[in-house]
């Protein structure tokens, strides 16, 4: 019983730990615009393997400006 409480509490704790790094790299405007009403719960999403990281639209819009600068040759 311990054992498989100790694993449970490990795995817990590592997708804690990636739900806070994945918050880090968004940019906390909680807009909505990605379907999750807050940056927390689309994090929580990317974790559960629910949606990609990429379907942050501020994020995706930021890269698209950076590929839209390469190609401008700025």
Do not use: H, N
Request: net charge positive.
């Amino acid at each position: 019983m311990w054992i498989l409480y100790s694993k449970a509490l490990y795995l817990a704790m590592k997708k804690m730990a990636e739900r806070q790094a994945i918050l880090k790299r968004l940019p906390g405007l909680d807009c909505g615009s990605c379907g999750s009403p807050t940056c927390r719960c689309f994090a929580e999403d990317v974790v559960r393997g629910d949606i990609s990281e990429d379907k942050c639209v501020v994020k995706m819009q930021e890269k698209m400006e950076k590929i839209l600068a390469t190609l401008m040759g700025g």
